[in-house]
């Protein structure tokens, strides 16, 4: 994760303001079902950014030990949480956490897997979870398609991402999750949804995201048009609307994985 954790300077104020949020009530179901999760268990929540789904393990009771690499999502998260003293800030990354060994009954990741050295990092979570603990890997928002206007957007922000293909061509490392607990235990299950957005949160959402020009950068004007452009051509009563997924995993490994 080293060369990446900067990759969200200078957008945390966007990050914390209009990144979609979890939602309790889709996630800690699944996961109590699944997993047997109690409030009494510790959770690491390891790329935790401004502590978003740190939020969902915190409504549910849990401490949480939120453990981020980058120092302004951080500072972000402490300030954010504030007087909450069930919630600890750490600096760590997901291949070197700094938590001490069969430390956590639950290890969990959000829209931060795909920045992972996900071999190292799996090694690193054997080492802090429990005997039986437990990965949580919960992601939610838009969907790259399901929509003409997800795919338009995209396709708005396809020029600035590595070699032009596309703000998701990292998510496979999704898709290699349950391959990671074979011998061991793997539930699955997406949620499908819709979200309305005006042009200010767009405009948020879209500086909040690792690809997207810094209003700084000689590149942002045009950027900026493009985006107003797209608003202009989708967007009805006022907003736009994006399909969006839930994309909620947990696993363990098996004992002799």
Not at 132 to 147: L, P, T
Not at 172 to 190: A, M, N, P, S, W
Request: glycine residues 10%; proline residues 3%.
């Amino acid at each position: 994760m080293g060369e990446n954790v900067e990759k969200f300077t200078g957008r945390v104020a966007a990050y914390a303001e209009y990144r979609e949020r979890y939602d309790p009530m889709i996630v800690l179901p699944r996961l109590r079902d699944w997993c047997g999760l109690q409030p009494a268990w510790t959770v690491a929540d390891v790329g935790a950014g401004t502590g978003m789904l740190s939020d969902v393990f915190l409504a549910g009771g849990n401490r949480v030990i939120a453990v981020e690499p980058n120092a302004e999502m951080r500072e972000a998260c402490v300030r954010l949480h504030e007087g909450n003293a069930a919630l600890t800030v750490v600096n760590g990354t997901a291949e070197a956490t700094g938590l001490e060994d069969a430390s956590v009954e639950m290890l969990s990741v959000g829209r931060a897997l795909h920045w992972f050295d996900l071999d190292s990092a799996m090694r690193e979570f054997r080492r802090v979870l429990k005997p039986e603990g437990w990965i949580a890997v919960v992601a939610f928002g838009r969907s790259k398609d399901g929509r003409k206007e997800n795919e338009a957007y995209e396709e708005v922000l396809r020029p600035y991402t590595v070699n032009g293909r596309g703000t998701h061509a990292e998510y496979t490392k999704y898709e290699r999750l349950k391959d990671l607990f074979v011998g061991g235990e793997f539930c699955h299950e997406e949620v499908r949804g819709e979200i309305q957005i005006g042009w200010e949160a767009l405009r948020g959402f879209t500086l909040s995201l690792s690809h997207a020009p810094l209003p700084e950068s000689a590149e942002f004007r045009a950027f900026e048009e493009k985006l107003r452009e797209y608003f202009a051509q989708h967007e009805e009563n006022g907003s736009v609307t994006l399909a969006t997924r839930y994309w909620i995993n947990a696993g363990r490994f098996g004992t002799h994985g």
